[in-house]
């Protein structure tokens, strides 16, 4: 029996290692071709062991890429910033609308409200083709294209209706009679909700301000048709590798690795928030 136990044991680990193996490898093979050159990177069969170099980070740093055609001007430290501040600003404001409309649609049954609730939701089942054309019709009609304040407004298609419809969840699992109990005690609403029903539900609002962080900043169609490159993200920015000498697909993996590191670290910090809303709604009425 004991022998059943441990050659299951060692199936499992097998298994395991296999699965993390294949999700790993793209992102360990992106993260070694950026220490390579295009002559490494491109040579048949591919080297296992090479001479690392950090000209690829050093031309993102400094903004000039040499290649074949020529010293180019690239900006994607300034694409880098775009991202964080267009990811962050559209998440705060987000936050900010989205935390008290989802405890009003939680909390506050009326006529109408699960239409509208669905109404804000099929905007993020909605193509971003969809609504692209009008919105480029608009923004220069309001003199919004190519703006920061234009591109935090349109990332709310991204982020405000995923952070309405997941804290809701949140808030309808947290039992009212803990805020029933507050109000009776002489409390206000607004009391209620920033004492009470906020620290409750602030697991689930991280883990919904994380998810719609990394949907920002993933973003590239709206990025691309709305700004210009002195405001575009990374995700836009990483065009400016395929020049008229090739692809400089080293470039390209030191991008990769540096705008992904920002949404990793946020992650790994956020761990533990995610954990703790594992006990959230464990009072129920």
């Known amino acids: 029996m004991e022998h059943t136990s441990l050659i299951e044991r060692i ?5 395991l290692a296999l699965v993390v193996v294949f999700f790993m490898f793209p992102l360990l093979w992106i993260f070694l071709m ?4 295009n002559e490494t990177i491109l040579s048949i069969p591919p080297q296992l062991f090479f001479t690392p170099t950090l000209q690829n980070y050093t031309a993102l740093i400094t903004g000039k890429l040499t290649s074949a055609a020529g010293t180019l001007d690239i900006a994607f430290m300034r694409n880098l910033w775009n991202s964080v501040f267009l990811s962050v600003t559209s998440v705060a404001v987000s936050l900010l609308l989205g935390v008290p409309a989802a405890y009003a649609f939680a909390r506050h049954k009326f006529r109408g409200s699960e239409d509208i609730a669905f109404t804000l939701l099929s905007f993020r089942f909605a193509p971003p083709l969809l609504v692209l054309l009008p919105l480029t019709l608009y923004f220069q009609q309001l003199g919004l294209a190519n703006t920061y304040f234009g591109l935090v407004w349109v990332y709310q298609l991204i982020c405000l209706p995923l952070i309405l419809w997941i804290v809701r969840g949140y808030f309808e699992d947290i039992s009212a009679d803990v805020e029933y109990a507050y109000r009776i005690a ?4 607004f009391a209620t909700f920033r004492k009470i029903a906020l ?3 602030g697991p689930g609002i991280a883990a919904a301000g ?3 962080f990394i949907f920002a900043w993933n973003n590239f169609v709206f990025a691309l048709v709305l700004a210009s490159a002195d405001k575009q993200p ?3 920015g990483a065009l400016a590798f395929v020049t008229a ?3 400089q697909y080293g470039q390209i993996a030191a991008a990769i690795v540096l705008s992904i590191a920002p949404t990793l670290a946020l992650a790994l910090y956020a761990q533990r928030y995610l954990v703790e809303g594992l006990s959230l709604g464990a009072v129920k009425g």
């Open 11 to 15: 199936l499992r680990g097998i298994a």
């Open 34 to 37: 950026s220490f390579q050159t």
């Open 186 to 189: 002489g409390h206000s609403w």
């Open 199 to 201: 620290p409750l539900a």
């Open 210 to 212: 994380l998810l719609a």
């Open 234 to 236: 990374v995700t836009v």
């Open 245 to 247: 000498s090739g692809i």
